[in-house]
């Protein structure tokens, strides 16, 4: 009798499961009666609720079977308690437990004699207080706005005071403790259900709970080594407290919130843009008749009459003939001088040539030797008469630091420059590079070529 009995209110928790879970509310209506603005903080919602329930106790409980119970005849007695809870967030809150009863049972399991010792047993719970974690599984509904069935399930501890009696099997009533016979022992409550909202701030719960308690003391008989437990399956109201215009924290589905939240910003933005349209057109319209009055400007301003390609507006030299070119105000521009070619002749090539050969500086400086002075003198006289163009590119052996080398072929090009332009070149016309050991044309491992590499490029142009 009491396993079909448990078995059918498992039974019916299941049939309402499978019938209404997740039947929301259905999204007929654009705006959310519950809406509350994102992000507006706890004291927005009602976050303290009240909670009474009544239901049925038995020790027999879903994770073991009635045969390995200390009384293998667990019978039905009744429970009631309350709660008060602080909701924290939509899907997690504190609350403090109460809970009282009775349980009973027959049939002791058989001692080690063979025979059972105990008829039955009867424990008053006198009361238990434990403070739990609540969660709520489903208050977060992506297709409809507001949900009606919360699933939960809650764990917490506590201290339950209790006091079993036993009768034995030649119906003596005992105290399982001498003195009055009560207990004061820990013990874990969790529990499973549904709360159902069947109005603003009222829930309709459902729920099954097991607690178990920190000893085999429950029953009165320590037939094995594992602690008792006893299960509590029940029906009971929530009532959340505050005003009513806040909806329940627990309740509440921020999902929904978010989306009036959203379509109201569409409808704004929709309506901003609207307005925003209209003051477009009208301005447009505006543009358009300062348009027309430009364009018939631009008319009078493109106007070229004697096609130098000047308009009328700027032309400073109305009526010049077809096919003469004109500056930017439209008046005629001054001929152009045909571009002077200069020609390079043998005899300025073998002044170039005879400044190389006699180019000698004092060893390891940049100081021309004396019989560097004739020859130079003739170049001189050559880029002053006709302007030539002159390169001056010096190089130098592999000997010594490149640095030291690239410093000795730029001075000496220098030195070159300096002399040609205090003989009257101009220095505009003369470019110097030193380029160190760079470039041989001889090989560095020899005197000969050595003092071949120890060089000034002179290019004429």
């Known amino acids: 009798m009491t396993l079909n009995l448990k078995r059918a209110s498992l039974c019916l928790i299941f049939f309402l499961t499978c019938g209404k879970l997740l039947a929301q509310t259905v999204d007929s209506v654009a705006v959310n009666p519950d809406y509350v603005k994102p992000f ?17 106790m038995s020790t027999s409980n879903i994770t073991n079977s009635n045969s390995k119970l200390d009384f293998t005849v667990p019978n039905i007695e009744y429970g009631y308690g309350g709660y008060i809870k602080k909701q924290i967030l939509p899907s997690f809150g504190i609350q403090g437990d109460f809970l009282m009863g009775k349980l009973n049972g027959d049939n002791a399991q058989p001692a080690p004699s063979g025979t059972s010792p105990y008829k039955s047993f009867t424990t008053s719970i006198n009361y238990a207080g434990s403070l739990s974690g609540n969660f709520t599984l489903a208050n977060i509904n992506w297709h409809f706005i507001k949900g009606t069935i919360q699933p939960f399930f809650t764990v917490g501890a506590g201290i339950m005071n209790y006091k079993p009696v036993l009768t034995t099997a030649n119906g003596t009533v005992q105290n399982f403790k001498q003195g009055n016979g009560i207990l004061n022992e820990l013990y874990v409550p969790v529990s499973a259900g549904l709360k159902f909202n069947i109005a603003k701030g009222v829930n309709l719960e459902l ?3 097991i607690n178990f308690i920190y000893s085999d003391n429950l029953d009165g008989y320590k037939y094995s080594n594992t602690n008792d437990k006893f299960s509590y399956t029940h029906i009971g109201l929530e009532f959340a407290i505050g005003k009513k215009s806040k909806p329940q924290l627990s309740a509440h589905n921020p999902v929904a919130s978010m989306r009036q939240e959203y379509l109201s910003g569409i409808q704004n933005a929709r309506d901003e843009f609207k307005a925003l349209i209209d003051s477009e057109k009208i301005k447009n319209q505006a543009l358009q008749q300062q348009v027309a009055v430009q364009n ?26 077809a096919g003469t070119k004109v500056d930017g105000s439209g008046c005629p521009l001054p001929a152009v001088k045909p571009e002077e070619k200069i020609y390079i002749t043998e005899a300025d090539k073998s002044v170039v040539n005879e ?5 000698q500086f004092e060893s390891g400086t940049s100081t021309l030797s004396d019989a560097s002075y004739a020859s130079l003198e003739k170049l001189a006289k050559l880029l002053k008469d006709k302007k030539y163009h002159l390169k001056l590119a010096g190089y130098t052996d592999a000997t010594g630091s490149t640095a030291l080398n690239l410093k000795l072929s730029k001075d000496r090009a220098e030195a070159i420059k300096m002399y040609l ?13 030193g380029y160190g050991k760079a470039n041989p044309i001889a090989t560095n491992k020899t005197a000969a070529g050595r003092k071949l590499n120890r060089r000034v490029e002179f290019s004429l142009y």
């Open 421 to 433: 332009v205090s003989r009257g070149a101009d220095p505009a016309l003369i470019q110097t590079e």
């Open 207 to 209: 729920a099954y709970q």
């Open 355 to 359: 400044a190389i050969q006699n180019l």
């Open 40 to 56: 507006s903080g706890s004291t927005a919602f009602r976050t303290w609720s009240i909670g009474v329930h009544a239901g049925l």
């Open 296 to 321: 018939t400007k631009l008319t009078q301003l493109t106007t070229d009459s004697d096609g130098d390609g000047v308009p009328d507006f700027y032309d400073k030299c109305p009526n010049t003939p």
